[in-house]
């Protein structure tokens, strides 16, 4: 094999088959043949023109794969051999920058967002920086961990938004055992974070959703660690959570999409000393019902977290791999490089429903 078949966004909502070079491997880099690559939020968002990154390139940075072929030096410096299964981190990191070097490696100087997997430009050699493709190139800063044999690619791709779950409920609000953690938004996301939460040791866990489109993904909510899911269309969540708890939320994680109103909510949840993590997008400035004069009243902390990172990334393979929570049964779609497209608007909300997690496993 000499080429991969590989899909390029071109422009908004023209994703291309190509069929792409496959690259040496030198010393230093190394070839994944990818096996399975999940999808989240920003792949609608990149598909429709949302976001803006530079056109053309291939889309895709929830890779799972095995090591095609690897360099002497980059097998040493991963610990990995050919063969192996890995997930790949969307970010690269050059590991001697002062972001690098205190853990931030989403900063760093000489990669940043522009070389994150996924929104590299094709037309840069190799052009094989997605998942959306048979293989994808891992340049010398890549990250890669290592995935359990027990796990499936395809639950396996779960890394990314387990990881989110685990950074933005656990670790980034400190997450204290007994807490009472509000998380609003029902998704792939929401539901990680109920299961980080759970596992974190929380005392008590209310996930949150909106209408008919959300009832499917509040009725799973307690298989992956809710003691309660309210439907904010016929239920107030701010009375809910004290009926059930005599109080409010230590914790208040926000990983809704276009739902202005959601910080607005995640103060009146807040206890006072709370802290609330703000880790969805609105696609707006406008925050109706919120109060800024209840964050002095409450001393709230409002963090905001972006990404995930190498350690949160291992302790959900890890969470993944013990079977504890049905992540393997989660209500997802799966397509091969044919079926993207439909998939990919789906998500954006045209056309099918969507499923609560996609994932694309290129043929
Ligand atoms: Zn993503
Ligand atoms: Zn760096």
Redesign the pocket.
């Known amino acids: 094999m000499t080429t991969a078949r590989a899909l390029v966004l071109e422009a908004p909502r023209t994703l291309v088959a190509r069929d792409l070079a496959l690259p040496e491997i030198g010393d230093d880099d190394a070839l994944l043949r990818v096996e399975a690559c999940?999808l989240?939020?920003?792949?609608h968002e990149e598909y429709t023109g949302q976001l803006f990154p530079g056109y053309a390139f291939v889309p895709g940075?929830?890779s799972v794969g095995v090591v095609e072929a690897v360099g002497g030096a980059a097998a040493r410096r991963w610990n990995v051999r050919t063969g192996q299964r890995v997930a790949v981190e969307?970010f690269l990191s050059c590991g001697v920058c002062a972001a690098c070097r205190a853990g931030t490696y989403r900063r760093c100087e000489r990669h940043g967002l522009r070389d994150m997997y996924g929104f590299v430009p094709v037309d840069r050699a190799p052009g094989l920086w997605g998942g959306y493709a048979q293989f994808q190139y891992l340049a010398p800063d890549s990250l890669l961990l290592p995935v359990p044999d027990s796990l499936d690619s395809v639950t396996a791709t779960m890394f990314?938004p387990l990881g989110a779950g685990i950074r933005w409920a656990v670790t980034v609000p400190d997450l204290q055992p007994g807490a009472v953690v509000a998380i609003l938004g029902p998704g792939v996301r929401g539901l990680s974070a109920a299961a980080a939460a759970r596992e974190a040791g929380a005392g008590f866990v209310m996930v949150t959703g909106l209408g008919a489109r959300d009832a499917e993904r509040l009725a799973l909510a307690r298989d992956f660690g809710a003691d309660l899911a309210v439907d904010i269309g016929t239920d107030d969540p701010v009375r809910a959570l004290r009926d059930a708890t005599g109080g409010s939320a230590d914790i208040v994680v926000d990983v809704t999409a276009k739902a202005p109103a959601a910080l607005g909510q995640a103060v009146l949840l807040a206890r006072a000393g709370g802290t609330i993590v703000l880790a969805g997008t609105r696609g707006t400035p406008e925050t109706p019902g919120f109060d800024p004069d209840l964050v002095v009243y409450k001393e709230l902390r409002i963090l905001g977290a972006l990404g995930v990172d190498a350690d949160a990334y291992r302790a959900a393979l890890d969470l993944l791999a013990t079977g504890k929570y049905p992540f393997a049964e989660l209500p997802r779609r799966v397509v091969d490089l044919d079926g993207v497209d439909a998939l990919v608007r789906a998500m954006a909300g045209e056309g099918d429903a969507p499923p609560v997690h996609g994932v694309v496993v290129p043929r």
């Open positions: 999940g989240c939020g920003t792949d940075h929830e969307v990314n």
